[in-house]
């Protein structure tokens, strides 16, 4: 599975929007790009993926850029809840097993 | 959403002795699992692959005699630290996934080992 890259960390103002880069420059055509975040001591959370398409749901938007080789993890109106450890993760359905390989990810401070 | 469920949530035992993580998927039949570790302050890191009716898949590095992976029914996986030493205090965390290798990937809240 590629590689990504992600900032170590991060700060938002509570009720800003938060952009978290992402940058998977290796990837290949059949690899999705997957986001979940991990809040201190507990399990991670799904957030939402994308193949290449922008895609949208009701925690974040998924913005991938059109040569694939980057994308952005939007959280509209951050809050204090949304401070957490965020994943980038690209994963191909058909390769070993469909695991998921985590990077160090962005550590997110939404501060009021 | 799907859930996946670990038991016990936190575990103090004495060095030496055996611990036996459980992980249930409670609405979905999951035939796959993944077990992941994680020191304070840095990265999940996957351990093992979980097959259902089968012998688990470890990671590189990983003692298949240390950390025994039993999946012996579509929803219930076990991970049993053996001789337990403090040095395996850790986050354990499973992951299920729904359906086959397109499903989604769901995660346990975790399990806190402290070995003394």
């Known amino acids: 599975d590629a590689k990504t890259t992600q900032p170590p960390s991060m700060d938002c103002a509570e009720g800003r929007a938060a952009n978290l880069p992402c940058n998977h420059s290796t990837i290949s055509g059949n690899e999705y790009v997957y986001w979940y975040r991990q809040i201190h001591s507990q399990g991670p959370q799904y957030i939402i993926h994308g193949l290449k398409n922008n895609e949208t749901n009701e925690m974040a938007s998924l913005i991938i850029t059109e040569d694939r080789k980057s994308s952005t993890l939007i959280l509209p109106h951050a809050t204090l809840r949304d401070t957490a450890v965020y994943y980038c993760i690209v994963r191909g359905f058909y390769n070993q097993g469909g695991k998921l390989i985590f990077g160090q990810g962005t550590e997110l401070s939404v501060k009021p | 959403g799907a859930v996946v469920s670990q038991h016990p949530s936190r575990v103090i035992c004495k060095s030496g002795t055996s611990v036996k993580i459980e992980c249930r998927s409670l609405d979905f039949q999951a035939t796959t699992m993944f077990w992941y570790r994680q020191f304070p302050k840095q990265s999940l890191m996957l351990m093992a692959t979980s097959n259902e009716g089968s012998k688990a898949t470890y990671e590189q590095g990983v003692e298949k005699d240390k950390f025994l992976i039993n999946h012996a029914s579509l929803t219930l996986s076990t991970l049993t630290v053996t001789s337990a030493h403090p040095e395996d205090s850790s986050f354990y965390i499973c992951?299920?996934?729904?359906?086959?290798?397109?499903?989604?990937?769901?995660f346990g809240e975790g399990s806190r080992l402290t070995v003394l």
């Open positions: 992951s299920a996934r729904s359906g086959g290798n397109t499903g989604e990937l769901f």
